[in-house]
């Protein structure tokens, strides 16, 4: 038997292959971690990319930084220190400086959570805010971008002299790549401006690795522009979660830059497509609910041939993560009866993940493995299991004899490249 332990919330789920069983192991690219993360952080602060020079904030009145909520493992503990290091050395006293947690259309984060994103010391010291979409009188209205989209933002981070995003460049399986200007065009957003950038994720080029004709992404630059985002601090991890690069400049630039790094990590090449196909969507905090969980599905879905099967591994300690996704779905017993009614109500924020699922269980089977109540996993749409051992076995028992297997223990890290 070959054992493998596939990441699980904060610990681990075991799973026993038979000899005679061949997996294919589809990983991220091996890249060695920077030994020194830290002096990346601040060389890319003194050697910023593109159209941004911090002289030009010398003295600065209010400084916002917008960070990502608790459901990206987003390094903040090395990152933030040299940023406010290099904002001190502007002038720039701390209570100047105000945190926004980015959170969309998530639920704002309490106080209480706010240590789950930013270091201790930070905290005591440091204004932290967490972003409400529907607070209506704390969001400004900046017009409207090309493809027509109102855009609502968070007036007090609008209103800051310098206005800072903070996160990961990495794939995103229908905005293409996340990071750059995504952490305040939608995390500081109003709930319509998202509505109205994400119903475009029907579009046959919004998809995971598309940024320059992917209309989602393009559209999230230009609500950027429009929300005066003027500095990126990204990241870019490898497949343990560790910081191999750190980019920091003009936004769109650092994007430019950023997205072929990311490509070397995440981008694998597969030959075949899969019988059956074991996804770890890679442990907490990507897994704390299904609402993030959704994305490991579409990377493993692509290399899974119709009629075949995903093991989905999210330990959703929170549960869907969405209750308008719970409402929507609740009556609906064939995942073909989603379209219409997705069609019929218009697009909603949380109903889009109906859409998602959907749209890979017309074709695949999903299993998911989670801490979630077998019932209420069924109403999703979804086979429930309690671990994967047990998945596996009822799975390939049920597949045909000789059936393919693949094991992707990282999945929303890895974009399978299929080469057929």
């Known amino acids: 038997m070959r054992k493998f332990e596939l990441p699980y919330g904060k610990t681990v789920q075991s799973l026993e292959i038979p000899d005679h069983i061949k997996p294919a192991m ?32 010398q003295n600065a009145r209010s400084v916002a930084i917008a960070i990502n909520d608790k459901t990206r493992p987003v390094p903040n503990s090395i990152l933030i220190p040299p940023l406010l290091r290099k904002l001190a050395l502007l002038g720039i006293p701390k209570n100047s400086i105000t ?6 259309t998530h639920l704002p984060m309490t106080p209480e959570e706010f240590h789950l994103v930013l270091p201790e010391e930070i905290l005591r010291d440091y204004v932290v805010v967490s ?36 996160g990961n460049i990495e794939p995103h399986h229908f905005m ?78 650092v994007m430019i830059q950023g997205i072929p790094i990311t490509q070397k990590v995440c981008q694998v090449e597969v030959s075949q497509k899969y019988d059956l196909v074991i996804a770890s969507v890679g442990g907490h905090p990507k897994d704390i609910n299904l609402y993030q ?13 119709d009629g075949g099967v995903v093991i989905l591994v999210a330990a959703c300690p929170e ?33 889009h993940k109906a859409f998602q699922f959907a749209r890979e269980l017309i074709r695949i089977k ?45 999945a929303i890290n890895t974009t ?3 080469k057929i």
């Open 176 to 253: 293409g790549f996340s990071g750059g200007m995504k952490s305040a065009a939608i995390g500081l957003a109003g709930r319509s401006t998202i509505n109205q950038n994400h119903a475009m994720l029907t579009h046959l080029l919004a998809r995971t690795g598309l940024f320059a004709d992917n209309p989602m992404r393009q559209d999230v630059e230009e609500i950027g522009g429009l929300m005066g985002v003027q500095l990126a601090l990204n990241t870019v991890l490898n497949g343990e979660g560790k910081i191999i690069h750190v980019l920091a400049g003009q936004p769109f630039e």
């Open 99 to 104: 945190f926004y947690i980015a959170t969309g």
């Open 26 to 57: 589809i990983l991220p690219n091996e890249i060695i971690a920077h030994e020194n993360p830290v002096h990346l952080v601040e060389k890319s602060l003194d050697n910023p990319i593109g159209e941004f020079n911090f002289s030009a904030f």
């Open 416 to 418: 399978p490249l299929l």
């Open 319 to 351: 549960g869907s993560g969405s209750k308008g996704f719970e409402d929507f779905i609740k009556d609906i017993e064939d995942p073909r009866d989603v379209f219409p009614k997705f069609e019929k109500e218009g697009f909603r924020i949380g109903p």
């Open 131 to 166: 972003h409400d979409c529907d607070q209506r009188d704390n969001l400004i209205n900046l017009g409207q971008t090309l493809k027509g989209t109102i855009v609502l933002c968070n007036k007090t981070f609008y209103n800051s002299d310098l206005k800072i995003v903070v």
């Open 293 to 305: 969980s959704q994305k490991a599905l579409t990377q493993a879905s692509m290399i899974t041939r």
């Open 366 to 410: 999903v299993v998911l493995v989670s801490e979630m109540p077998s019932d209420f996993v069924r109403s999703l749409l979804l086979i429930p299991e309690k671990d994967v051992q047990t998945a596996f076995q009822k799975a390939y028992t049920a597949l045909p004899p000789n059936a393919s297997l693949a094991i992707m223990p990282h």
